[in-house]
């Protein structure tokens, strides 16, 4: 990526574009998607993580000093206080066009991500103005959400069935890390403390070298003929988020009680770069435990997960994943994106989602990445 440079296209393309069609100003929320050719939005209803992602975004542009963002994260603030917030506690799950809640579900995903959005808007709002939310946030997780084999709960609803899944929990301890940074406080750092331990001794399986996607009520993977399904792009992003929460808890003080976490990240990344990658560098979508290419297409947010690992894991192979990010980039209207290719490479025609700019604002503002482009990888 050296003729591309992340932060230029999101200040000089994306944000600026999100800003003026992405954001229903009138309204007060945020728009699902934006088409090509159009840049409207057809979707008939709205998400809390839709919500909770886009100000986060913000947030990260406002402190780059882009016009409007900081008028963008008071309007996400507004929306997570007002139309999203429920009487009993949590936030409902999705929304009409006027704001109005059509579905209450508590999501622990969803909450993730409004946990990290009080965490962005502290720099902008000042984090007197939101630490009191992110405290009875971080509260009615523990509290509402625990699960009795550990871990937490997918959502609140009574009926829920199905596995669990490690990517809530994975955005949950991005969150944690986030308050715990932004607030200064103790009590966000040992529950993402908790959720490294969770990982080290439940969810990375050291057999296989890998992370199962889903598990059943125990937290024992759940397998098809000794198998289980594995994504690449958790992979690398639990890499990235190992490494910060070690420089953190270095930096606080404290230790972080779990395991051999390093030897987990280098496992979890040589699996992904060994199975995961295919033509042209490219992240495919999923993988099994042996190896075996499941989906070999290729989305847009693993390979913004593979360049911030990468930065840290392989710097030598940065350009090339960086390279493979930036075909991502080639949709014809700047500050868009292909969302999606096939198994060939080729581009799948549809809108680009509003969820995804989080993807790549993370990856061009992080700071491994950062300065790799600043010495010219």
């Known amino acids: 990526m050296k003729s591309f440079d992340g932060v230029d296209w999101l200040t000089g ?3 600026p574009l999100w800003l003026a069609h992405g954001v229903d100003w009138k309204r007060r929320a945020f728009h699902e998607h934006l088409d ?12 809390l993580r839709v919500a909770a992602r886009q100000t986060w975004v913000f947030a990260e542009a406002a402190r780059r000093g882009v016009p409007q963002a900081a008028d963008a994260v008071a ?10 917030r429920l009487q009993d506690g949590g936030y409902a799950w999705r929304f009409d066009l006027d704001n109005r809640a059509i579905d209450q579900t508590r999501d622990l995903y969803d909450h993730a991500f409004v946990l990290l959005a009080l965490a ?3 720099d902008v709002v000042g984090p007197e103005n939101v630490i009191a939310d992110a405290i009875a946030l971080d509260a009615f997780l523990a509290g509402r959400f625990a699960h009795r084999h550990g871990g937490y709960r997918e959502n609140l609803s009574a009926a829920a069935t199905g596995p669990r899944r490690q990517n809530p929990h994975m955005h949950l301890f991005e969150a944690l890390l986030a308050a715990a940074a932004a607030f200064g406080d103790e009590r966000f750092l040992a529950r993402a403390r908790e959720l490294a331990l969770l990982f080290a001794e439940r969810f990375f399986q050291t057999a296989e070298g890998a992370l199962p996607e889903f598990f059943d009520e125990d937290l024992v993977p ?11 792009g958790h992979h690398y992003e639990w890499v990235w988020l190992i490494s910060r929460y070690r420089g953190m808890a270095a930096a606080m003080g404290t230790a972080t009680a ?4 390093d030897g987990a990240a280098v496992a979890l990344f040589k699996f992904a770069e060994r199975h995961g990658v295919g033509a042209g560098g490219l992240a495919v979508n999923g993988l ?13 947010w693993p390979q913004t997960e593979r360049l911030k690992a990468v930065a840290r894991f392989a710097p030598g192979g940065f350009a090339t994943a960086a390279a493979a990010l930036a075909r991502h980039l080639g949709d014809p209207h700047p500050g868009l994106w292909i969302e999606r290719m096939d198994g060939a490479g080729a581009a799948v025609p549809e809108p680009a989602p509003a969820t995804s700019l989080y993807h790549l604002t993370a990856a061009f503002t992080d ?3 950062l300065a790799m482009q600043a010495a010219g990888a």
Do not use: H, K, Y
Not at 36 to 47: D, E, H, N, Q, Y
């Open 36 to 47: 090509g050719a159009t840049l409207r939005c057809s979707a008939p209803f709205r998400r």
């Open 75 to 84: 309007l996400g603030l507004d929306f997570l206080r007002g139309a999203a």
């Open 288 to 300: 099994l435990s042996d190896g075996t290419v499941a989906d070999a297409a290729f989305r847009l």
């Open 13 to 15: 393309a994306a944000w």
């Open 120 to 122: 962005a808007a502290a």
């Open 222 to 232: 759940v397998r098809d003929s000794g198998r289980f399904v594995v994504e690449p």
């Open 367 to 369: 700071d491994a990445v």
């Open 258 to 261: 779990a395991p051999d976490l």
